[in-house]
């Protein structure tokens, strides 16, 4: 059921853009034998063979929609833990060994203000290994004793960082609402 292909005489420029769009035509049709959703009958669909040992493995086609995506989903997600980690550092209190701690409860407080995320920022900071706290997961009231240290320095951790300003009690200092976007 191959069509042919159009063939136009006497206007090059034309006939390049036909052959380019039949090339992208073709490449869409080859695409979509593979995708599980297009068809009706499964019978119909070519099936991929995966390789656990490919570098592409589990990660979306390079230069799609979803791949930017991630990347700016791990962008940000990675602004919310340096944002963290100078949370902690600026609210916290030194400890001999050069790290920084904090109480999860002190620090739910004053992270919640500005995301609802702390718990997964603070597990992602944990893999990153940048904090450390006791046990698998954090619970607000049950685990507000827990301490939670700043394992570097945090001009380590973002050497290019801008130091944030810290409301005093007394009023004299003024700041604005902080956010990750802002840091």
């Not at 206007?11 to 995708?35: M, W, Y």
Request: aromatic residues 8%; neutral net charge.
């Amino acid at each position: 059921m191959d069509k042919e292909p159009i063939k136009i005489y006497g206007n090059d420029a034309l006939s390049t853009r036909v052959a380019a769009f039949q090339k992208k035509a073709e490449q869409h049709t080859a695409k979509q034998r593979t995708n599980p959703f297009c068809h009706g009958n499964v019978s119909e669909m070519t099936h991929q063979k995966w390789d656990k040992s490919d570098p592409r493995y589990g990660k979306p086609p390079e230069g799609s929609k979803t791949e930017k995506r991630g990347m700016a989903a791990g962008a940000h997600i990675g602004n919310e833990v340096l944002f963290l980690c100078e949370m902690i550092a600026q609210y916290g209190v030194p400890n001999d060994d050069n790290t920084i701690s904090i109480t999860f409860g002190e620090l739910f407080q004053i992270y919640t203000t500005i995301s609802n995320k702390v718990v997964g920022i603070l597990l992602r900071a944990r893999k990153h290994g940048l904090i450390y706290f006791e046990g698998e997961m954090l619970y607000q009231r049950r685990d507000d004793n827990v301490i939670v240290t700043l394992l570097k320095p945090i001009d380590e951790i973002c050497p290019n960082r801008v130091p944030l300003k810290r409301k005093h009690d007394d009023g004299d200092e003024q700041t604005s609402t902080l956010s990750p976007e802002d840091y």
